[in-house]
C-alpha cells in the first residue's frame, strides 16, 4: 500500500492525514498540499506505516516550516527531531 494523503481543511487549521508507507512518489503532492494551506498545518501520522529517506526529509522540513504533527510513532519521533 502507497501512502494516502487526505487532507480536512478548516479555517483555523488543516489536518494532512498520512496513512500507509510515504516514499519519494508521494512527497510532491505532500509538500504541494501542505503549500496551499492558508491555516496551521496539522500533520496526522497515526496510520503511517513507514517512510523512506525521501520522505522523513520532507517531513522534517515541513516540522521546520512549523507544521505540527500529531499521533507520531516512538521510531519516528526521533528520525524527526
Known sequence: MECR???DPRPEECTVY???HLKADQVPELC???ATVN?????DLTDLL????VG?????RLG???AEFVGVA??????LA
Open 50 to 53: 513507514s517512510a523512506d529517506a
Open 64 to 66: 521546520h516550516g512549523g
Open 39 to 43: 491555516s496551521t498545518v496539522r500533520i
Open 5 to 7: 494523503i487526505q487532507v
Open 74 to 79: 516512538h521510531y519516528l519521533r526521533r528520525l
Open 32 to 34: 504541494r498540499v501542505c
Open 18 to 20: 498520512l496513512a500507509g
Open 56 to 60: 522523513i526529509d520532507a517531513l522534517r
